[in-house]
């Protein structure tokens, strides 16, 4: 229930996740009585709040820094790679999420088919033929709830390391 301030000002808090619209109504009240046909309530009011829901930040944990390959090994998977995804609020299951992943400092012509993670968490990428070397990469998962009233579509970064060491043939 809302608080009224001896200043004029509302106070309330709003349980986890709740959005909708409420109408409360209220009247203002004095200690100087009603003698002499005197009024001590004012007329009765309305107010409406609208409280709008907002986009929460998807999450996941990336719990390995460093992926491992080896030169011309085919199609490279790794189940889990990402866990304990989750689309932010509970209001979000419908949310569609999708990872981003961002290369530097990318060894030339490494791959064959870039790295990518699928909404499962599972990596995957190929070499290049002959291709050796290393990739840092920055994973990134976003939604498509938006960013309105502040909402925040956008997961915190995670980097790792993907090194593609050579089969070197004796």
Same mark, same amino acid.
């Given at each position: 229930?809302?608080?009224?301030?001896?200043?004029?000002?509302?106070?309330?808090?709003?349980?986890?996740?709740?959005?909708? %619209?409420? @109408?409360?109504?209220?009247?203002?009240?004095? &200690?100087?009585?009603?003698?002499?046909?005197? #009024?001590? $309530?004012?007329?009765?009011?309305?107010?409406?709040?609208?409280?709008?829901?907002?986009?929460?930040?998807?999450?996941?944990?990336?719990?390995?820094?460093?992926?491992?390959?080896?030169?011309?090994?085919?199609?490279?998977?790794?189940?889990?790679?990402?866990?304990?995804?989750?689309?932010?609020?509970?209001?979000?299951?419908?949310?569609?999420?999708?990872?981003?992943? %961002?290369? @530097?400092?990318?060894?030339?012509?490494?791959? &064959?088919?870039?790295?990518?993670?699928?909404? #499962?968490? $599972?990596?995957?990428?190929?070499?290049?033929?002959?291709?050796?070397?290393?990739?840092?990469?920055?994973?990134?998962?976003?939604?498509?709830?938006?960013?309105?009233?502040?909402?925040?579509?956008?997961?915190?970064?995670?980097?790792?390391?993907?090194?593609?060491?050579?089969?070197?043939?004796?």
């Amino acid at each position: 229930s809302p608080i009224f301030n001896t200043d004029g000002s509302i106070r309330f808090v709003l349980a986890p996740g709740v959005h909708g %619209t409420s @109408t409360i109504s209220f009247s203002a009240s004095d &200690d100087g009585g009603t003698d002499s046909g005197g #009024q001590n $309530t004012s007329k009765t009011e309305e107010l409406t709040f609208v409280i709008v829901k907002t986009n929460v930040a998807p999450t996941f944990d990336m719990p390995s820094e460093i992926v491992r390959a080896v030169e011309d090994a085919g199609l490279y998977s790794q189940q889990d790679f990402v866990q304990n995804i989750s689309r932010g609020a509970l209001h979000e299951s419908d949310q569609k999420l999708y990872f981003n992943i %961002t290369l @530097t400092s990318v060894s030339p012509n490494l791959f &064959d088919l870039e790295p990518f993670i699928d909404a #499962q968490g $599972t990596l995957t990428f190929r070499t290049a033929s002959g291709a050796y070397g290393s990739a840092t990469a920055a994973v990134q998962l976003t939604d498509n709830g938006g960013t309105e009233y502040g909402g925040s579509d956008k997961s915190v970064s995670f980097v790792y390391l993907l090194r593609a060491a050579s089969s070197c043939i004796a």
